[in-house]
């Protein structure tokens, strides 16, 4: 069973930078295919960045050019380095894993097979 942690989220104002962390533990954690997605109150959950177990990227066209996702398969962490935040990126940022996503899927919720709590992350204007 794979366990998902994330850490590093706080209220920061709009321009600041944040890093989020998500720990993964369990089996084979390098060969899962891991994203962030995040919701904010009243909206659904949005994705916003997947990296593959071979390091392959996508990333919402909303935060392209200021979120950066990458991974530690040694240290068995994933990162969301957000920088130029907005209050419109306020929202429990969640870290999601799977051992398979097919084709175009990553940005599909059901797509995912473990799922962290989640960390708030508050941007103030």
């Known amino acids: 069973q794979v366990q998902l942690i994330e850490s590093g989220g706080g209220l920061v104002q709009a321009g600041d930078s944040l890093r989020l962390s998500c720990s993964a533990s369990?089996?084979?954690?390098?060969?899962?295919?891991m994203s962030w997605f995040r919701q904010a109150p009243g909206k659904e959950r949005e994705f916003v960045a997947v990296?593959?177990?071979?390091?392959?990227?996508k990333v919402s066209d909303s935060v392209k050019g200021r979120f950066t996702i990458s991974r530690d398969n040694a240290e068995n962490t994933m990162y969301l380095q957000m920088s130029s935040l907005k209050p419109e990126d306020t929202a429990v940022y969640y870290c999601?894993?799977?051992?398979?996503?097919?084709?175009?899927?990553?940005?599909?919720?059901?797509?995912?097979?473990?799922w962290g709590l989640g960390t708030q992350v508050t941007v103030s204007s």
């Open positions: 999601a894993a799977a051992w398979t996503v097919s084709g175009s899927a990553y940005y599909i919720v059901g797509s995912y097979d473990y």
């Open positions: 369990g089996p084979t954690r390098a060969s899962l295919t």
């Open positions: 990296i593959s177990r071979s390091g392959g990227i």
